[in-house]
């Protein structure tokens, strides 16, 4: 767990209105608490060090510049598309909380379990040289081959069917012809519309060989998602999500992002609620038959972004690398149940 600095202050007083062995006293006290602001600053100073120290070996990768992106892929008719295609208006968040009855969950489980198997294979193509554009139409293929619709495609006119996230990339990396290098690390992010719901899943792939660094930045971000997951079941506050991340992320120093949630899924994309996964006080309690995301971003320096002028990409500020993991869950009474298991 992270270490906050606190000031200490002592109030002062006469030492000739006290007794000798009072003196003593509060010098003794003056002392040690001396020491513990010293050993605080001390592990402050020494954390702030290994975290820049880790940012410098890492940065040796050359910073993530656009490369050409080609133009998006076409979707055969017969094909069902949500609602938002057509348009280049990003859709707004809907109040709408999704619950299910047993045949809505079972359509929910279909389109997690195919967007769990899209994935898998995206991660298989993971490998020195080959493009992020690749990745993408390989991952098209696939879905419309299962009759299904890429749901990033045309999503407020994000123009492919996945994201993938290199390096300092946080989320919402457009596929292009940049060629994957030895040492990167990737978050691809496929969501499928089957029969007319969403499964959303993500997760962070090394490429090559990756430092030790990005490799527990990697692994630290797959158990936050474990935690917060750990915590879900009919009747839980939301809150406890983001308090149960952060407490693990703290432990290693690793930065949660707050700009990006999770969010309600099934027949609509993105609605109500929205899941914080830093710690937070915002109100509401989880029911038996919802389903929703977690997709906790960790970084291992500052948690401040910008975005391209794509308005889709969008990086930290100081280039240090971000990882993700997400998978769409389903709230039973005793617990959840993780639909975007292959």
Same mark, same amino acid.
């Given at each position: 767990?992270?270490?906050?600095?606190?000031?200490?202050?002592?109030?002062?007083?006469?030492?000739?209105?006290?007794?000798?062995?009072?003196?003593?006293?509060?010098?003794?006290?003056?002392?040690?608490?001396?020491?513990?602001?010293? /050993?605080? &600053? &001390?592990?402050?100073?020494?954390? +702030?060090?290994?975290?820049?120290?880790?940012?410098?070996?890492? +940065?040796?990768?050359?910073?993530?510049?656009?490369?050409?992106?080609?133009?998006?892929?076409?979707?055969?008719?017969?094909?069902?598309?949500?609602?938002?295609?057509?348009?280049? $208006?990003?859709?707004?968040?809907?109040?709408?909380?999704?619950?299910?009855?047993?045949?809505?969950?079972?359509?929910?489980?279909?389109?997690?379990?195919?967007?769990?198997?899209?994935?898998?294979?995206?991660?298989?193509?993971?490998?020195?040289?080959?493009?992020?554009?690749? $990745?993408?139409?390989?991952?098209?293929?696939?879905? $419309?081959?299962? /009759?299904?619709?890429?749901?990033?495609?045309?999503?407020?006119?994000?123009?492919?069917?996945?994201?993938?996230?290199?390096?300092?990339?946080?989320?919402?990396?457009?596929?292009?012809?940049?060629?994957?290098?030895?040492?990167?690390?990737?978050?691809?992010?496929?969501?499928?519309?089957?029969?007319?719901?969403?499964?959303?899943?993500?997760?962070?792939?090394?490429?090559?060989?990756?430092?030790?660094?990005?490799?527990?930045?990697?692994?630290?971000?797959?158990?936050?998602?474990?935690?917060?997951?750990?915590?879900?079941?009919?009747?839980?506050?939301?809150?406890?999500?983001?308090?149960? $991340?952060?407490?693990?992320?703290?432990?290693?120093?690793?930065?949660?992002?707050? +700009?990006?949630?999770?969010?309600?899924?099934?027949?609509?994309?993105?609605?109500?609620?929205?899941?914080?996964?830093?710690?937070?006080?915002?109100?509401?309690?989880?029911?038996? /038959?919802?389903?929703?995301?977690?997709?906790?971003?960790?970084?291992?320096?500052?948690?401040?972004?910008?975005?391209?002028?794509?308005?889709?990409?969008?990086?930290?500020?100081?280039?240090?690398?971000?990882?993700?993991?997400?998978?769409?869950?389903?709230?039973?009474?005793? /617990?959840? &149940?993780?639909?975007?298991?292959?």
């Amino acid at each position: 767990m992270a270490i906050s600095a606190s000031l200490v202050r002592v109030s002062s007083f006469k030492l000739s209105s006290v007794s000798h062995g009072k003196q003593k006293q509060f010098h003794d006290n003056l002392v040690v608490v001396s020491k513990r602001t010293s /050993g605080l &600053e &001390e592990a402050l100073r020494n954390l +702030r060090e290994q975290k820049l120290e880790t940012v410098r070996k890492v +940065r040796r990768i050359p910073p993530l510049r656009r490369g050409k992106v080609s133009p998006r892929l076409p979707v055969p008719e017969h094909i069902q598309k949500p609602p938002y295609v057509g348009s280049s $208006i990003l859709p707004e968040i809907s109040s709408e909380y999704q619950m299910h009855d047993s045949e809505g969950i079972a359509q929910m489980r279909a389109a997690c379990q195919l967007a769990a198997r899209v994935l898998d294979y995206a991660g298989t193509l993971v490998r020195p040289s080959v493009t992020t554009n690749e $990745i993408d139409k390989a991952v098209h293929q696939m879905i $419309i081959d299962a /009759g299904a619709y890429p749901s990033p495609l045309g999503y407020g006119g994000f123009p492919k069917s996945v994201c993938t996230s290199v390096n300092e990339c946080m989320c919402h990396g457009i596929p292009d012809s940049r060629q994957l290098q030895n040492g990167d690390i990737i978050n691809i992010d496929v969501t499928v519309y089957l029969n007319g719901y969403h499964g959303d899943t993500s997760k962070t792939y090394f490429c090559g060989d990756v430092s030790d660094g990005m490799r527990r930045l990697v692994k630290v971000t797959e158990e936050c998602l474990e935690r917060g997951i750990a915590v879900c079941k009919d009747g839980a506050s939301f809150k406890k999500i983001g308090k149960r $991340i952060s407490e693990h992320a703290e432990k290693y120093g690793f930065g949660v992002v707050e +700009r990006f949630v999770g969010h309600g899924v099934g027949s609509v994309f993105h609605s109500e609620p929205l899941i914080y996964h830093h710690r937070n006080e915002e109100p509401g309690h989880m029911v038996e /038959g919802q389903t929703f995301t977690i997709e906790p971003i960790l970084t291992m320096g500052g948690i401040d972004c910008i975005t391209w002028p794509d308005n889709w990409t969008t990086l930290t500020v100081d280039g240090s690398p971000a990882a993700q993991f997400e998978h769409t869950i389903l709230i039973t009474r005793r /617990g959840a &149940e993780i639909l975007t298991i292959p």
